[in-house]
C-alpha cells in the first residue's frame, strides 16, 4: 500500500530542507526523501560565507542545522532516492529505490543541479581545496590572487569577469581558438586588462600541496603542438556548465535552457498544478543557497494554498 501524505518534498538541499519547515508549520506533515546526496551540494564545500546571519560556517555544517530544523518541525526525513515519479495521475505517485511507494496530494521537486567537472583525478583531490565550480561562492577566497578559468561558454566568461573583482589576474583556458558566450561578453572579456586567454589548450591536471591541502598551480596542454605548460595559480575554477537533476520529469513537465524546470513568473508553479518547483533544478541563474532556500519557502506556501482551494 502506497504512503499516502498531502505534501511529498524530493530532495534534501536548502530548498528542500526550507520547504520543509514550512511544510510542517502550516500542518502538512510533510515526507521529505533526501536523494543519494542528502544535504545537497554544500555537503561537498568547505566554508560558506555567504548564509545570512551566520559569518563562516563549513557547508555539511550548514546542512546538518537545516536537517535538524526540517525534523523538529515535524517533517518526516527519509533517506532514500525517488526512481519513478507519475505526474500523469493524480494524487501523484512516486516510488523510491527501495521499492516504497508514495500518493502524493502535492509535490515539491527540489533535486537541485550539479556543476560538470572535468573528471581528473587531481580535480577531485582539490574540490574545496582551490578547486571550485562557483564564482559567487569562492571568488572571495581568492583575493589578490592569479585564477585560472577553465571552459568557453557563457558560464565561463561570465565567472572569469565576475572572478576580475577579486583576482590579480584571471587566465581563461579553452579548448578551441574561439569562445562559444554571447558576443557581449566576449567584449567585455577581451576588454578587460586583468584577463589573458589562452587558446586550443586543455587542462590535464591540478598541482598542489597536501599540507595543508591547496593549489600550487595546473598543468596544461595545448591541442596543436602538444606541448605542456605549468601556471602557477591559487584557484582554478571548472566552468562547464551546470546540468539539472531532472531524470524524474523528463516528458512530464515543460523545461527550458538545458532541461531547468520551467516555473510561472514569480512562483514555483509548474506545467502541472500541484507540482512545485524550488532551488537549483529551476534556477539556471542565481544557483545561491540562499535563493534555493527562499524557493523552497515559495513553494511549501503555493502547496498549502493549492491543498486549501483544492476541489475533493
Ligand atoms: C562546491 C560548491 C560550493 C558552493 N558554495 C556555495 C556557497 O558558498 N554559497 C551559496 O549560496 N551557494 C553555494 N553553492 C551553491 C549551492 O550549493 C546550491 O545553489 C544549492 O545547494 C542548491 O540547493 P537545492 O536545494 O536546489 O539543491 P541541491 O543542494 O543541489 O540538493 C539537491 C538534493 O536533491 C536530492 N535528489 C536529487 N535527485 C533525487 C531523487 N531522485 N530522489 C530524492 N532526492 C533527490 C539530492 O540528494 C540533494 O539532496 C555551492 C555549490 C557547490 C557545488
Redesign the pocket.
Known amino acids: 500500500m502506497p504512503e499516502k501524505t498531502k505534501l511529498l518534498i524530493?530532495?534534501?538541499?536548502?530548498?528542500?530542507?526550507?520547504a520543509a519547515v514550512y511544510g510542517s508549520r502550516a500542518l502538512l506533515e510533510p515526507i521529505l526523501?533526501?536523494?543519494?546526496?542528502?544535504?545537497?551540494?554544500?555537503?561537498?564545500?568547505t566554508?560558506?560565507?555567504?548564509?545570512p546571519g551566520v559569518k563562516e560556517i563549513q557547508?555539511p555544517d550548514l546542512m546538518t542545522n537545516l536537517e535538524s530544523h526540517a525534523k523538529s518541525a515535524g517533517t518526516k526525513i527519509i533517506n532514500?532516492?525517488?526512481?519513478k515519479l507519475n505526474l500523469k495521475k493524480y494524487p501523484f505517485i512516486a516510488m523510491?529505490e527501495g521499492g516504497n511507494q508514495y500518493e502524493a496530494e502535492s509535490i515539491i521537486l527540489?533535486?537541485?543541479?550539479?556543476?560538470k567537472w572535468l573528471g581528473l583525478k587531481s580535480e577531485e583531490k582539490y574540490?574545496?581545496f582551490g578547486v571550485?565550480?562557483?564564482a559567487?561562492?569562492?571568488g572571495f577566497f581568492f583575493r589578490n590572487e592569479i585564477i585560472t578559468v577553465i571552459g568557453g561558454g557563457n558560464t565561463a566568461v561570465e565567472e572569469a569577469l565576475f572572478l576580475t573583482n577579486f583576482a590579480r589576474k584571471v587566465i581563461l583556458i579553452h579548448r578551441r581558438d574561439t569562445l562559444r558566450a554571447e558576443k557581449i561578453l566576449q567584449e567585455r572579456l577581451f576588454k578587460n586588462p586583468k584577463v589573458e586567454v589562452i587558446w586550443n589548450s586543455q587542462l590535464k591536471e591540478i598541482i598542489g600541496i597536501d599540507n595543508p591541502l591547496s593549489v600550487e598551480g595546473i598543468k596544461i596542454e595545448n591541442l596543436l603542438d602538444k606541448k605542456e605548460l605549468e601556471i602557477s595559480c591559487k584557484g582554478v575554477f571548472i566552468a562547464i556548465g551546470h546540468a539539472p537533476?531532472n531524470?524524474?520529469i523528463i516528458n512530464q513537465l515543460e523545461t527550458h535552457n538545458g532541461g531547468y524546470v520551467v516555473t510561472k513568473p514569480n512562483s514555483t508553479e509548474t506545467s502541472i498544478p500541484g507540482v512545485f518547483a524550488?532551488?537549483?533544478?529551476t534556477?539556471f541563474k542565481?544557483?545561491?543557497?540562499?535563493?534555493?532556500?527562499g524557493?523552497?519557502c515559495m513553494a511549501a506556501l503555493e502547496a498549502e494554498k493549492f491543498l486549501a482551494e483544492k476541489i475533493v
Not at 524530493?10 to 526550507?18: E, R, V
Not at 526523501?33 to 564545500?45: A, E, N, S, V, Y
Not at 532514500?80 to 526512481?83: A, D, L, N, V, Y
Not at 524550488?278 to 533544478?281: K, R
Open positions: 524530493i530532495g534534501s538541499g536548502p530548498a528542500g530542507y526550507t526523501l533526501q536523494g543519494i546526496q542528502p544535504g545537497g551540494q554544500l555537503t561537498i564545500t566554508e560558506v560565507e555567504n548564509w557547508g532514500e532516492t525517488i526512481i523510491s527540489a533535486t537541485g543541479a550539479q556543476a574540490k574545496g571550485s565550480a562557483c559567487t561562492c569562492d537533476s531524470e524524474l524550488a532551488g537549483d533544478i534556477d542565481y544557483r545561491q543557497a540562499v535563493t534555493a532556500a524557493m523552497g
